[in-house]
């Protein structure tokens, strides 16, 4: 007979849902401990750790609460925004896309030639828009900077500027950029640019013809047995079941709404658009599911790669004019990561020259902004050394890939 556990307020079986039982044995105590000691430390609301070797999910589990007014413990099905790791949903994407033949690095993006050929993007100010590539885009390199901010985070204003109803949307903020001149001729310096990210997620629209994340979910993560990735929404209300609550300091500065309603709200809920930002941060997704993308990128052969050896070599060798691509960082011994943060989360995936990769999110902002995630390297090195005996189990065995599209307050019935 088929067991079952109770979620939230949803029944699941054990076999479909990994939850905190599946990492619950006596050699994992110290990780617990350290990590429990962490989140005390750093007053994060929750958490959810996955850990790998040679391709096999040895570890996941949730720490602290996903809501902490209604006491719902973190489990590793609860989904939390990515933010920038989304940024490797997109080149993982691209470079796809590249392998298919449907387009090249070398491809321009905008002009009567480029792939972005709309004339709603003709005209830009500064001319030297015309030499952006894709290949730019995915390496910062397209000539945009944070110099006078970042336009992804301007939403009323740009709305105002371009005469459109707030929060305006990704295809608004582009055309309110090209309006400008850029901060460098493309190719010939660096600057991190959210900005290139998501037009390149405009760029995957246009050349598959399909929705950014419709494509993504069918070409990349379904291949994968990855189902519940989705983009997430700016407000409460837009939830998607299994989603944690959003935390920031109490001493956080309330921004208006993206809305133009007028409204002081927290950054995290209402005050920053994560829509707009499309493929340069808008997804959701659990740890686990991030470790099976990670998985499948990573270039050794434990598990079978989505892209081939050459895509991979493009990423994250930093010789040949690209790398890195999609991650933060990517160092010779091997070791390659992402980061990423938006107001109430943050999170960072890593992958060890070792054989060893790690994923942990949270779902609050800690006090120091990015440099928690030197912080959370650390953790995750203390957390890995004091695992003695690695298990021969792999738990992607017991965590069968299917949807999980319910509301919040259904019952499965299976």
């Known amino acids: 007979m088929e067991t079952s556990v109770v979620v939230e307020d949803k029944l699941v079986p054990e076999n479909v849902r990994l939850t905190n ?12 401990k350290t990590v429990n000691s962490f989140l005390r430390n750093w007053s994060i609301a929750g958490a959810s750790v996955a850990i790998a070797r040679e391709g096999k999910l040895i570890y996941s589990r949730g720490f602290g609460y996903a809501d902490t007014a209604q006491g719902i413990a973190t489990q590793p099905y609860h989904k939390f925004r990515v933010a920038s790791i989304s940024k490797l949903v997109t080149a993982v994407a691209i470079m796809k896309l590249r392998e298919e033949g449907r387009l090249s690095l070398d ?4 002009g009567t030639d480029g792939i972005l050929n709309d004339p709603y993007f003709s005209e830009p100010r500064d001319k030297r828009v015309y030499g952006i590539t894709v290949g730019h885009l995915l390496s910062h390199e397209g000539g945009w ?4 901010g970042d336009q992804m985070f301007m939403p009323v204003m740009v709305a105002e500027k371009m005469g459109v109803t707030p929060p305006a949307d990704t295809k608004t903020i582009v055309r309110f ?17 959210n900005l290139g990210y998501s037009i390149l997620g405009l760029v995957i629209e246009k050349v598959t013809g399909q929705a950014y994340e419709e494509y993504c979910k069918k070409s990349v993560f379904e291949p994968l047995g990855i189902y519940d990735m989705s983009i997430a929404g700016n407000l409460p209300k837009e939830k998607t079941p299994f989603e944690v609550t959003y935390y920031e300091p109490s001493d956080i500065v309330l921004k208006p709404s993206i809305y ?22 808008a997804w959701l997704a659990t740890a686990p599911d991030l470790m099976r993308l990670m998985l499948a990128i990573d270039g050794f052969h434990t598990r079978p790669d989505i892209l081939n050896s050459e895509s991979i070599h493009i990423m994250t060798d930093n010789d040949n004019g690209y790398a890195p691509v999609g991650w933060k960082t990517t160092i010779y011994n091997g070791t390659w990561w992402r980061t990423g943060s938006f107001p ?18 949270f779902n609050s902002s800690a006090w120091n902004g990015p440099e928690i995630y030197s912080y959370m390297n650390n953790m995750m090195y203390r957390v890995v050394s004091q695992i003695k005996e690695w298990p021969e189990y792999d738990l992607f065995s017991y965590s069968l890939p299917v949807p999980l599209n319910i509301s919040s307050n259904e019952t499965l019935d299976w």
């Open 260 to 281: 133009g309603t007028g409204e002081m709200v927290t950054p995290s809920y209402g005050g920053n658009d994560i829509r707009a930002l499309g493929g340069a941060g």
């Open 344 to 361: 109430g989360s943050a999170g960072m995936m890593k992958r060890q020259s070792d054989g060893i990769a790690w994923v942990v999110l």
């Open 21 to 32: 039982s599946s990492s619950s044995g006596s050699e994992f105590a110290p990780v617990e």
């Open 177 to 193: 950029a090209l309006n400008k001149r850029l901060h460098f001729t493309p190719g010939t310096g660096r600057a991190y640019s």
């Open 107 to 110: 491809d321009k993006v905008f």
């Open 145 to 148: 900077s944070q110099r006078n």
